[in-house]
């Protein structure tokens, strides 16, 4: 009886093995099925997801339109050694996975095909070209920004903008915080040349020029100059008119351009002598004060389309009205809340808002029109903004106002498809503590957690005794 009792003891216990056997290999398969479908949807759907606070890893909406856009393949060939391929590949794979049908990536070890490098033109390592038909242009960086501008250069050609000069405008060079230097690298990205012309002794505006800026003049335009541009915008021409209201106190002394504001009257933009400002509490978050009103009420035009929910901030501007005309079309960018005030008493800094002369809100600050030259494809384009400051240094890096500036130059210079928001720069995400925080950071990270672990373990040990 003892020994059948022993043989069935054993039988079960070879069942409950030979289960737990079969258990065993069945999740193993299990397992090794899941790793393989995991690693065969990796390698044929390589998707990512990016979880940074301004999305770093992920390319910029004007990215997406470019290659999209492409009515051609593209090619980028990286440069480099072999042993340099993997830092490459997370900025070219972005555009690879973007359009696999359009975009190639090669990588070339430049040590092992010399020739080829050389037939490139490749002065250092670390080099990628866009290659699309028969054009070919080196990124000048390993960026987005360095990458999508060669395709801009690809598919745009080279485009000037110029700013005219001689009345005190916003200087392009200069890297202070009246300067347009910020501007004037932004253009450079977007594959637009700039150039600083002088229209006092010229009767008309350089053919070579796309689009013309005239970034806050302070001084009066001379007829010559007010027919320079009339004449170059109602032939076909495109033209960004920045104009400051006419201040008059202190170190303050802005003419009030009647030739300039004339002419863009003609065209159904009246600019009114007032300065607007609105208390918005949003802009005391960023340190703003009243004469820095922030905009984010836009129209429908292709400039603001896509700024929707983003805010713009306009240092000292004076407000606007618009009508059509008889030859020109124009509509209305973006305007001031209906808590925004406007007083015509340019010549104090004192303001008043319980004045009741001042004007109530809202107001509209930027406008853009079209020309009707009569001749096919050939319509003349204006924006007009009623402030200058807005894309000057201190305040081009601003939430939306890159976007705007650059948007208002690409729908003058007829390119649409690069209308959108812009890669964000990084984020400076460093913690800033002083000396006496710091030794509160050590002491607690090396002496006070330590303690508390080490005495809570020696009491649950004395416990369990």
């Known amino acids: 009886m003892a020994a059948k009792t022993m043989t069935l003891g054993k039988a079960a216990i070879s069942s409950r093995q030979a289960r737990f056997g079969a258990t065993a290999t069945l999740y193993t398969i299990v397992v090794i099925a899941v790793l393989v479908l995991i690693n065969w949807l990796a390698n044929h759907y390589n998707k990512t997801v990016d979880t940074t606070s301004n999305k770093r890893f992920t390319l910029s909406q004007e990215t997406k339109k470019v290659v999209k856009g492409l009515k051609?393949?593209?090619?980028?060939?990286?440069?480099?050694?072999a042993s340099g391929f993997d830092q490459a590949k997370g900025i070219l794979d972005r555009y690879k996975n973007l359009d696999p049908g359009k975009i190639r990536i090669q990588y070339i070890d430049f040590q092992k095909q010399p020739t080829l490098a050389r037939s490139y033109g490749l002065r250092s390592p670390a080099t990628a070209y866009v290659e699309i038909g028969p054009r070919r242009e080196e990124a000048n960086a390993l960026t987005e920004e360095g990458i999508t501008g060669a395709f801009l250069k690809d598919l745009k050609g080279v485009r000037k903008v110029c700013f005219v000069s001689g009345d005190q405008e916003h200087p392009l060079e200069d890297s202070d915080s009246n300067g347009l230097s910020q501007y004037k690298k932004l253009l450079e990205r977007d594959n637009y040349q700039q150039q600083a012309v002088t229209l006092i002794d010229k009767t008309s505006v350089p053919s070579d020029c796309n689009v013309l800026v005239v970034a806050g003049p302070q001084n009066n335009y001379t007829p010559n100059e007010v027919t320079a541009i009339k004449n170059y915008v109602e032939n076909g021409g495109r033209a960004m008119f920045l104009m400051d209201p006419p201040l008059d106190f202190g170190h303050e002394h802005i003419a009030e351009n009647a030739g300039l504001t004339g002419l863009l009257q003609s065209w159904g933009v009246t600019l009114?002598?007032?300065?607007?400002?609105?208390?918005?509490?949003?802009?005391?978050?960023?340190?703003?004060?009243?004469?820095?009103?922030?905009?984010?009420?836009?129209?429908?035009?292709?400039?603001?389309?896509?700024?929707?929910?983003?805010?713009?901030?306009?240092?000292?501007?004076?407000?606007?009205?618009?009508?059509?005309?008889?030859?020109?079309?124009?509509?209305?960018?973006?305007?001031?809340?209906?808590?925004?005030?406007?007083?015509?008493?340019l010549n104090t800094n004192e303001v008043n808002p319980a004045d009741p002369s001042n004007k109530k809100g809202p107001f509209i600050l930027g406008a853009a029109g079209t020309y009707n030259t009569g001749k096919p494809n050939n319509s003349g384009r204006f924006v007009v903004i009623g402030s200058s400051g807005f894309l000057d240094n201190a305040m081009i890096g601003f939430q939306a106002n890159r976007d705007l500036a650059l948007n208002a130059v690409n729908w003058l210079s007829s390119d649409e498809d690069l209308i959108s928001i812009r890669p964000k720069q990084p984020e400076d995400r460093r913690l800033n503590v002083t000396q006496r925080q710091m030794n509160i950071f050590a002491y607690t990270d090396f002496i006070a957690i330590p303690l508390i672990l080490i005495v809570g373990g020696v009491a649950i040990f004395l416990k369990r005794r």
Not at 72 to 81: R, V
């Open 72 to 81: 051609e393949p593209a090619t980028i060939t990286y440069f480099d050694k």
């Open 272 to 345: 009114n002598k007032d300065l607007v400002l609105e208390e918005n509490p949003m802009g005391q978050l960023f340190g703003f004060g009243p004469e820095i009103p922030l905009v984010s009420n836009y129209g429908s035009q292709p400039i603001v389309n896509d700024l929707k929910g983003i805010f713009t901030g306009f240092p000292v501007a004076r407000s606007m009205d618009i009508k059509n005309g008889d030859k020109t079309t124009v509509e209305k960018l973006f305007s001031t809340s209906d808590h925004a005030i406007a007083t015509t008493k």
